[in-house]
């Protein structure tokens, strides 16, 4: 199954910033608890994104990356109180809120899937390719993503007759928006999308009781809104609460679609047969291939990512692949329920490759959670900034910029070091003239 016309998946990867490090700051996301404390390696997080990037450019899919954010975030902290020179504000607030700090340091806006929501220009009233840049209320390390993911996004889809930018949704509890995570775009023969969101919580409904439900249901309908979407050609669907309280943070850590495919859990949905069926009749050709509790607990899935996996199509014949992390590997289960997924003849999936991310996972972040989709005509990326597409000649000139600026250790206090702030500066200055991005910063502002 194809894309209409030229229509092609674009996978925007997040770069991973300098101050990669794990201080612990996603509640409800086990990797993220779990880890809080340990050593990370920046330059090396860097670089098995870019290695993921180049692998999923070989299999013939157009890449593309979007830049890490200045960390630790200056104007934050100055917003909060803190002034003096750049150096007073950290000390002052390493001193007095160490944890308010650490959260101005995350380089949590590596998870591109959470940079914001796209819907491509055929699915649109309109025609133009949408843009909602995710407002990520529920974490405050997150909430502080928007403006610079916004001008970022501008940076790259910068031509006004073909891409519309909409602002992140109000911060309001309201509209918790966790962008793409929770965002499926399906579609059947004819190339027309089913949009699938899919929330942890709405007004009405009771949601988990252990963790938070970072997606709400008003969020996800203001974006369908906003994107000009045909009402007929949405579902929406709740989360399984128990889920959520197991780690399943956003729906991507349970489901992942492609094409006319769904791969999912049997405790993804509070209402699994009835999502489903809803899917179904909007798209006929659905193919749900279903995962169960007995083979794969939805611990297992939590801890091996399996479905955070990306699911690509690859080549003109409809075949698709699945693009693992290595901890799916590990797990003897989850490994040979792959096996008996790709060996399956009545789904498309023929392959499954592992990549190793394994210091992005240790936060909870897996090969789908970098990339954001942007599907476009050969005409839009013809449209949008070439210097921030993937090729061979790129990997190796962001290989050599991350060797020039990114420390191969980093502690939760090494977070404090003034010379940290100067590092990660120099290298998003450099970083924005390899990609020809503009001034996208504060602090080059
Ligand atoms: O929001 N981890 C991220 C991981 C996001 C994964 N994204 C998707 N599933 N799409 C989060 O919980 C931990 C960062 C830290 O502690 O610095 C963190 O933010």
Same mark, same amino acid.
């Given at each position: 199954?194809?894309?209409?016309?030229?229509?092609?998946?674009?996978?925007?990867?997040?770069?991973?910033?300098?101050?990669?490090?794990?201080?612990?700051?996603?509640?409800?996301?086990?990797?993220?608890?779990?880890?809080?404390?340990?050593?990370?390696?920046?330059?090396?997080?860097?670089?098995?994104?870019?290695?993921?990037?180049?692998?999923?450019?070989?299999?013939?899919?157009?890449?593309?990356?979007?830049?890490?954010?200045?960390?630790?975030?200056?104007?934050?902290?100055?917003?909060?109180?803190?002034?003096?020179?750049?150096?007073?504000?950290?000390?002052?607030?390493?001193?007095?809120?160490?944890?308010?700090? $650490? !959260?101005?340091?995350?380089?949590?806006?590596?998870?591109?899937?959470? @940079?914001?929501?796209? %819907?491509? =220009?055929? *699915? +649109?009233?309109?025609?133009?390719?949408?843009?909602?840049?995710?407002?990520?209320?529920?974490?405050?390390?997150?909430?502080?993503?928007?403006?610079?993911?916004?001008?970022?996004?501008?940076?790259?889809?910068?031509?006004?007759?073909?891409?519309?930018?909409?602002?992140?949704?109000?911060?309001?509890?309201?509209?918790?928006?966790?962008?793409?995570?929770?965002?499926?775009?399906?579609?059947?023969?004819?190339?027309?999308?089913?949009?699938?969101?899919?929330?942890?919580?709405?007004?009405?409904?009771?949601?988990?009781?252990?963790?938070?439900?970072?997606?709400?249901?008003?969020?996800?309908?203001?974006? $369908? !809104?906003?994107?000009?979407?045909?009402?007929?050609?949405?579902?929406? @669907?709740?989360?399984? %609460?128990? =889920?959520? *309280? +197991?780690?399943?943070?956003?729906?991507?850590?349970?489901?992942?679609?492609?094409?006319?495919?769904?791969?999912?859990?049997?405790?993804?949905?509070?209402?699994?047969?009835?999502?489903?069926?809803?899917?179904?009749?909007?798209?006929?050709?659905?193919?749900?291939?279903?995962?169960?509790?007995?083979?794969?607990?939805?611990?297992?899935?939590?801890?091996?990512?399996?479905?955070?996996?990306?699911?690509?199509?690859?080549?003109?014949?409809?075949?698709?692949?699945?693009?693992?992390?290595?901890?799916?590997?590990?797990?003897?289960?989850?490994?040979?329920?792959?096996?008996?997924?790709?060996?399956?003849?009545?789904?498309?999936?023929?392959?499954?490759?592992?990549?190793?991310?394994?210091?992005?996972?240790?936060?909870?972040?897996?090969? +789908?959670?970098?990339?954001?989709?942007?599907?476009?005509?050969?005409?839009?990326?013809?449209?949008?900034?070439?210097?921030?597409?993937?090729?061979?000649?790129?990997?190796?000139?962001?290989?050599?910029?991350?060797?020039?600026?990114?420390?191969?250790?980093?502690?939760?206090?090494?977070?404090?070091?003034?010379?940290?702030?100067?590092?990660?500066?120099?290298?998003?200055?450099?970083?924005?003239?390899?990609?020809?991005?503009?001034?996208?910063?504060?602090?080059?502002?």
């Amino acid at each position: 199954m194809t894309l209409p016309l030229s229509l092609a998946e674009a996978n925007f990867d997040g770069i991973v910033g300098p101050t990669h490090n794990y201080a612990g700051l996603s509640y409800g996301n086990v990797a993220s608890l779990s880890n809080e404390g340990s050593v990370s390696n920046p330059r090396e997080a860097a670089k098995q994104g870019f290695t993921k990037a180049a692998f999923v450019a070989s299999l013939g899919i157009v890449q593309g990356f979007l830049p890490p954010h200045e960390r630790p975030h200056v104007p934050t902290l100055r917003a909060l109180g803190f002034s003096g020179s750049d150096a007073d504000v950290i000390a002052a607030a390493v001193k007095e809120d160490p944890i308010l700090f $650490a !959260r101005t340091c995350s380089a949590s806006a590596m998870w591109t899937a959470n @940079a914001a929501t796209v %819907a491509p =220009s055929c *699915d +649109a009233l309109d025609g133009k390719v949408h843009f909602t840049a995710a407002n990520l209320r529920s974490m405050m390390h997150r909430s502080i993503e928007p403006p610079t993911t916004a001008r970022a996004l501008k940076a790259i889809f910068g031509n006004d007759e073909r891409f519309v930018h909409h602002s992140a949704l109000p911060q309001a509890d309201l509209f918790g928006d966790e962008g793409a995570a929770n965002h499926t775009r399906l579609f059947g023969p004819d190339g027309r999308g089913l949009h699938f969101f899919v929330y942890g919580r709405s007004e009405r409904e009771e949601g988990p009781k252990r963790f938070p439900a970072r997606q709400t249901l008003a969020a996800s309908q203001a974006i $369908a !809104r906003l994107h000009r979407l045909d009402p007929a050609r949405c579902v929406f @669907a709740r989360q399984r %609460a128990e =889920s959520i *309280d +197991a780690g399943v943070f956003h729906n991507d850590v349970i489901s992942v679609g492609n094409g006319h495919v769904l791969l999912t859990h049997e405790f993804a949905f509070a209402d699994q047969a009835g999502t489903l069926a809803a899917l179904k009749t909007a798209l006929p050709q659905l193919v749900v291939v279903t995962v169960r509790a007995s083979d794969v607990s939805v611990e297992q899935a939590v801890k091996s990512y399996l479905f955070n996996s990306q699911l690509v199509s690859v080549g003109a014949g409809g075949a698709m692949a699945i693009i693992a992390p290595t901890e799916s590997h590990d797990d003897p289960a989850v490994k040979a329920t792959l096996d008996r997924i790709v060996a399956d003849p009545s789904n498309p999936i023929q392959a499954v490759h592992f990549q190793t991310l394994r210091e992005s996972m240790r936060n909870g972040g897996g090969p +789908a959670c970098l990339r954001l989709r942007v599907p476009l005509t050969d005409a839009e990326r013809a449209a949008a900034n070439q210097a921030a597409f993937f090729t061979p000649s790129l990997h190796a000139t962001l290989n050599a910029w991350a060797d020039r600026h990114y420390r191969t250790e980093l502690r939760p206090a090494d977070l404090a070091d003034p010379k940290l702030l100067d590092e990660s500066r120099a290298a998003l200055d450099e970083l924005t003239r390899i990609l020809k991005l503009g001034s996208i910063y504060e602090f080059q502002r």
